[in-house]
């Protein structure tokens, strides 16, 4: 019987990163899902259950490479070769310069930048001898330009772009498709709606982003030919200031 296809999803959220995950469930793949909680992914796997997918669930702290290496070896031994690695770790974290600590800083950075740099580097050993696999890295505002209060998470997902553009370019030539994707605009969730509230009203229809048509995105890259493969994609909606 042929291993299944597989996609991982470390950082499974309750917006994006879980709706990458039903995305690709939807489409055949038997989706691995990881967070720091595993208690915390239930819910996103009884719905990709329901709906007739496949779904596992793992505890991992992406920040710790001897975690990272089981998590990678413990799919591919117990589940399948992963075809498509999806890194969504957020970190969007807001403090002024002066009460950023050197403990807050290193913090954001080790989620935003050192964790995608585990979590791409063991994708890109079990990957690259069978010359094919996806490794998609999930971006922000941040990635591009620095704002008031952002200096930790606009340090690290600026960190993150610069090591998803020097992977693409290594390990494109060796059949891996590595793509950055920038997330600009606030996310449809239910958090997004009790505190940013004023901002969602005057956005207006269409005025936010739909964590489904960021999947859709994700989904997309993962399937593109070889000869016109996408390293950054940028995804706003039509009212966002850019």
Request: aromatic letters at 8%; a neutral charge.
């Amino acid at each position: 019987m042929p291993s299944p296809k597989v996609c991982c999803v470390v950082g499974a959220g309750d917006a994006t990163g879980g709706a990458i995950a039903r995305r690709f469930a939807a489409g055949g793949y038997t989706v691995c899902v990881a967070r720091r909680t595993k208690d915390a992914l239930a819910p996103l796997v009884q719905a990709i259950e329901s709906a007739g997918g496949q779904a596992r669930a793992f505890a991992l702290d992406a920040r710790r490479e001897d975690a990272v290496r089981a998590f990678v070896d413990d799919v591919e031994a117990a589940v399948g070769p992963i075809e498509a690695m999806v890194f969504n770790v957020g970190g969007n974290v807001r403090f002024p310069i002066l009460e950023t600590s050197a403990q807050k800083y290193f913090k954001v950075w080790e989620m935003c930048a050192l964790a995608g740099f585990l979590v791409g580097r063991e994708a890109a050993r079990v990957m690259l001898p069978r010359a094919r696999g996806s490794i998609l890295f999930t971006g922000a505002t941040a990635s591009l330009r620095g704002g008031a209060g952002f200096a930790a998470f606009a340090g690290g997902k600026a960190a993150l772009r610069a090591l998803a553009q020097s992977m693409a370019r290594e390990l494109g030539p060796q059949g891996l498709h590595v793509a950055h994707v920038v997330i600009d605009g606030l996310i449809d969730t239910a958090f997004a709606r009790e505190h940013f509230a004023q901002r969602v009203a005057a956005a207006g229809p269409g005025g936010i982003l739909d964590p489904g048509h960021i999947a859709e995105a994700y989904w997309w890259l993962h399937h593109q030919p070889r000869d016109a493969w996408t390293f950054e994609l940028d995804l706003r909606p039509a009212v966002e200031n850019w």
